[in-house]
């Protein structure tokens, strides 16, 4: 599906486009680029909206599976710093909070913590939903923000890592301005300094890369005021900002000057690093894989795609399968390989697991000691 800039309605400048296979999708064409205008970075071509609504409610997975549901150390920290700056900027803990993409719950559970009587999720996954009520006793209305008739009253609504996920976020802030918070708390990656991204960082998922600039300018479309803006460069595994803005007036700002020439030269930028990743990577698995007895992946979602559309290897055509440690995976098929579980598998002496994860790399080769000491070839990407 061709996109155009949901800030200024121009055509988007596209710099790249590949073809992607994922579980249980048919091939798609995916592709980036930025607006001419204002500058805003954005995957076009990108699946469809119902393309999307399916890898969400069957495939998506933010629940950390490899920590027996235990939230991981930078969430933990991530959710300190939100509680915090919403206390610094309402001089007092937040009473009421909605969130959009609630996942497990575990923010909200913090926020609970910290002092909040109300509390309200909203998921697109049916297993995020019951895992919130199971671990942390959060209520989730199972959705997404387009499909709601109604949002609840709540004084701050709050969006980590959701305005990146949606086909029209400007759209979707007006609908919360309009249900009318005092607050709005959201987080999303920066799309600032591309020597620290990982690879494989323009993704499927993430259908919009936003600057300080074209951030701000979102939130005044949609009549919320900035009040605080923080960056984090090194907590994440790539730059994250938050922002605490009040509700407003809505205008229109004008881009900064030199905004779409910045955002086309750090693109570039990423581009041209990302091609040497996967060169890197093709170089290691071609000194590395041994003919095995079996070959596998390990991690099922969208880097594995990232995978197998940027490198080429003679053993991938016999690939025995795709491992993966989240059951809501097992049976599907991405591109001719089947996702399977790692016991079925019984991975044996002489066989050899590729980690394709960057996320979960470290996770991932820890759960897979006891495999190792049997003889079973482990490759890392990443570390
Ligand atoms: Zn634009």
């Known amino acids: 599906m061709n996109r155009s800039c949901f800030l200024c309605s121009a055509n988007i400048e596209v710099a790249d486009r590949n073809e ?146 949606l086909f029209d976020p400007l759209a979707a802030l007006r609908r919360v301005r309009e249900t009318g918070p005092d607050w709005l708390v959201i987080e999303v990656p920066l799309f600032e300094r591309p020597d620290s991204w990982p690879p494989g960082y323009l993704s499927f998922e993430h259908l919009n890369y936003f600057t300080e600039d074209s951030l701000v300018r979102m939130l005044a479309m949609a009549g919320f005021e900035v009040v605080s803006l923080d960056k984090q460069y090194a907590d994440d595994i790539y730059p994250v900002v938050a922002v605490v803005a009040r509700a407003g007036q809505a205008h229109t700002p004008n881009a900064q000057p030199g905004e779409p020439e910045r955002a ?10 990302e091609r040497a990743t996967w060169a890197r990577i093709e170089n290691r698995l071609r000194e590395e894989i041994r003919e095995p007895k079996r070959l596998f992946l390990f991690g099922g979602g969208v880097f594995a795609s990232q995978l197998l559309a940027n490198v080429e290897h003679p053993a991938f055509d016999s690939l025995a399968g795709i491992l993966d440690s989240s059951e809501q995976r097992w049976g599907s098929t991405l591109g001719t390989h089947l996702v399977l579980s790692p016991a079925k598998a019984s991975l044996k002496d002489g066989d050899c697991v590729v980690i394709s994860s960057f996320a979960s790399e470290l996770e991932i080769w820890n759960a897979l000691a006891p495999e190792r000491e049997r003889g079973v070839q482990v490759i890392r990407l990443h570390g």
């Open 20 to 165: 992607w296979s994922l579980p249980d999708l048919e091939p798609l064409e995916l592709g980036f680029g930025h607006c001419p205008q204002c500058g805003l970075v954005m995957q076009s071509p990108s699946a469809s909206s119902e393309q999307m609504s399916a890898w969400y409610r069957d495939q998506a997975v933010y629940t950390s599976p490899g920590r027996a549901g235990q939230p991981h150390p930078r969430k933990v920290r991530g959710t300190t710093r939100l509680i915090r700056a919403v206390e610094h900027a309402l001089g007092r803990p937040a009473a009421s909070v909605f969130q959009i993409g609630c996942s497990d719950g575990y923010a909200l559970s913090r926020f609970r913590e910290a002092g909040a009587k109300t509390l309200v999720g909203l998921d697109p996954s049916p297993a995020s939903a019951a895992l919130a009520l199971e671990r942390n006793s959060i209520e989730v209305i199972n959705g997404t923000i387009e499909d709601q008739s109604e949002l609840p009253s709540c004084e701050l609504f709050l969006m980590t890592h959701v305005l990146e996920h």
């Open 264 to 273: 086309r030269a750090c693109l570039q930028d990423y581009l041209d690093r």
